[in-house]
């Protein structure tokens, strides 16, 4: 996906004694995050879990209900808002794939965006490139990977403080990196992608498949902290796989930080250094040396991306 400013490149002129506020929002495969910073740090948020899918339609009212409830607590101007998406998007805005809203493949979803807020400008990246950018940020490095874990595997990588592989030439599809050719069906069409391994939904099927029948993500929680041999196992794997992703990555880019955040990984207490275990039993001398670190902004990253989209052009 290319990075961009959709249709409208110019800025409305703010009206005398009218609050100036920032929007962000980040779509993820389950839930809908918004946040509005104005003035002097002020913020108001909102999200919203997708419902069951029943067309675009569905989801876009959905979303556009979420957009009028910020906005009505708002009372403010928008001045530009940052969207964060995980579906791939053609430089059109057409969506080319969303494995979590299949449905959506082929759909104008930044066309739909950019009717939810006539007159304003809006801005749209990768949810994974956006996180990477917003840890890079965060942290002061201007060399960062970052592996969100979540619904699905996002990815983002910054050299030298821009995004890489750059604008307009697509987003660093590091959940689609295969870790283990023999390993389970991706929803790509591959086999053994890292977000066929490790993502949450991947993580609870093998939970299943060890425990005898299905798990929620608080059972395991509550098993993983119990020491519970099947929960265990199943993030082992799951943390295994996230090392090798980010071994590989270190070794070609050599970063100065390599962080893991999502949702899913952000919920479960000691999710990170189950991975930096992994990571360090994969070292090998004279080899880079980064060891995954704790995402300094948990499962916010890519809402934190998502505003400074909007802060860039607003």
Not at 27 to 42: N, Q, R, S
Not at 107 to 135: H, K, M, N, Q, T
Request: with cysteine; proline share 5%; hydrophobic share 40%.
């Amino acid at each position: 996906m290319h990075l961009g400013i959709h249709r409208r490149e110019f800025l409305r002129p703010a009206r005398a004694g009218v609050v100036i506020s920032h929007l962000g929002i980040d779509i993820g495969g389950t839930k809908v995050a918004l946040k509005a910073v104005g003035p002097g740090g002020a913020v108001r948020e909102t999200a919203f879990r997708w419902p069951p899918f029943e067309g675009t339609r569905h989801d876009l009212a959905a979303l556009s209900a979420g957009v009028r409830t910020l906005r009505e607590r708002l009372g403010d101007e928008v001045e530009a808002v940052g969207v964060a998406i995980p579906a791939t998007v053609d430089p059109s805005g057409t969506v080319v794939t969303w494995p979590g809203r299949p449905g959506w493949a082929g759909s104008d979803l930044v066309g739909s965006l950019d009717a939810l807020f006539p007159g304003i400008p809006v801005r749209y990246a990768d949810d994974g490139d956006l996180a990477a950018l917003a840890e890079a940020r965060e942290a002061g490095v201007r060399n960062l990977v970052h592996l969100g874990v979540g619904t699905g595997i996002g990815g983002g990588m910054v050299m030298d403080g821009r995004l890489c592989p750059g604008t307009g030439r697509g987003s660093c599809e590091a959940g689609h990196m295969v870790v283990d050719r023999r390993g389970p069906a991706c929803d790509c069409g591959r086999r053994g992608c890292l977000q066929a391994v490790a993502s949450g939904p991947a993580t609870l099927r093998r939970a299943a498949v060890l425990r005898g029948r299905d798990v929620t993500f608080t059972e395991l929680r509550t098993a993983l902290a119990g020491e519970r041999p099947w929960a265990v196992e199943a993030l082992e794997e799951t943390c295994a796989a996230l090392a090798v992703a980010a071994t590989n990555l270190a070794e070609l880019v050599h970063p100065d930080r390599i962080t893991v955040g999502g949702g899913f990984a952000a919920g479960l207490p000691g999710f990170v250094e189950r991975v930096r275990r992994h990571a360090r039993q994969l070292t090998r001398a004279g080899g880079a040396r980064v060891e995954p670190a704790d995402a300094k902004l948990g499962a916010l990253s890519s809402l934190q991306g998502a505003l400074l989209l909007a802060r860039e052009q607003g």
